[in-house]
């Protein structure tokens, strides 16, 4: 049971309206150690089919697509593609799950999603795993974000597909053919005609855009009242977390096992085995 998944859905409600939360289940529900795993701005969360086959050995792994993205369904009201909306959904998951505690992994907005919940009183988090993001999020990042987010244009085929991703996730470091097209699968969509789109909403780019584009967002109020165990993963090359931001999450909030992964930039995919082994060491060690 451990390698196979379930696909799930649930409904939550945001004050523009009802909307569909889809998310993967992997290993054995009667669990009760559950594993969420949130993904990227514009991922899904089948970027988490590796390293959830490796966890469901030991947890039921929880991988949401965000509203906006995947198999979710669109906001009616753009604005409301934020950090607590995404909160608030995932509260209504762990409702649903019936989980009382959870250990969390996010990549990038995962894991600002994932730092929102921990630094509440009485957070479901008792383990938070931060990919490759932070308390600072650099302006230059979100502009190199914002060339692309919101824009791509419609392939002509699959092959053209993953030429796209593979220059817009060129900082994710090293990958084959195989798993480049892994990556591009789940976070594009055929449709009737033959050709492909980017598998989420445009209007994602609305309330990203309309952010200061010349500064950083700063988070160290979340941060600093984090209290759970923590590990911070940064690719070495990252423009978003920036190795000065790391050195100083380490002696602050719940100060966190901080490691780096050599020629990755923004971000770690946790697909390969030395990078999960990581995460597994962290999550399982007392």
Request: glycine share 8%.
């Amino acid at each position: 049971m451990s390698g196979e998944f379930r696909q799930r859905e649930l409904q939550c409600i945001t004050p523009g309206g009802l909307h569909r939360l889809a998310y993967t289940e992997w290993g054995d529900p009667a669990k009760r150690k559950v594993l969420m795993c949130v993904h990227g701005l514009s991922r899904c969360g089948r970027d988490f089919d590796a390293l959830a086959r490796v966890m469901s050995a030991d947890y039921r792994v929880v991988c949401p697509d965000v509203p906006g993205r995947g198999l979710s369904g669109w906001l009616k009201n753009p604005l409301e593609y934020q950090v607590q909306t995404y909160v608030a959904d995932m509260v209504t998951l762990l409702a649903r799950l019936d989980a009382d505690s959870v250990h969390w992994l996010g990549t990038s907005m995962g894991g600002m999603i994932g730092m929102a919940l921990a630094s509440l009183a009485e957070t479901p988090v008792q383990k938070l795993v931060l990919n490759d993001v932070g308390p600072i999020i650099t302006a230059v990042s979100l502009a190199r974000i914002g060339e692309y987010l919101g824009k791509a244009p419609t392939f002509p085929d699959f092959a053209a597909a993953i030429k796209y991703i593979r220059v817009v996730s060129a900082p994710f470091g090293a990958h084959s053919d195989a798993e480049w097209s892994v990556l591009t699968e789940h976070v594009t969509r055929r449709q009737p005609d033959g050709s492909y789109r980017m598998h989420y909403d445009p209007a994602i780019a609305v309330p990203f855009n309309a952010a200061a584009p010349d500064k950083n967002i700063e988070l160290w109020s979340y941060y600093d009242a984090i209290r759970c165990p923590t590990l911070v993963i940064r690719g070495a090359l990252s423009d978003l977390l920036k190795r000065e931001t790391l050195q100083e999450m380490a002696g602050r909030g719940p100060r966190p096992r901080t490691v780096e992964i050599p020629a990755v930039g923004h971000a770690p995919t946790l697909m390969h085995a030395d990078q999960i082994a990581i995460v597994r060491e962290f999550l399982l060690a007392d």
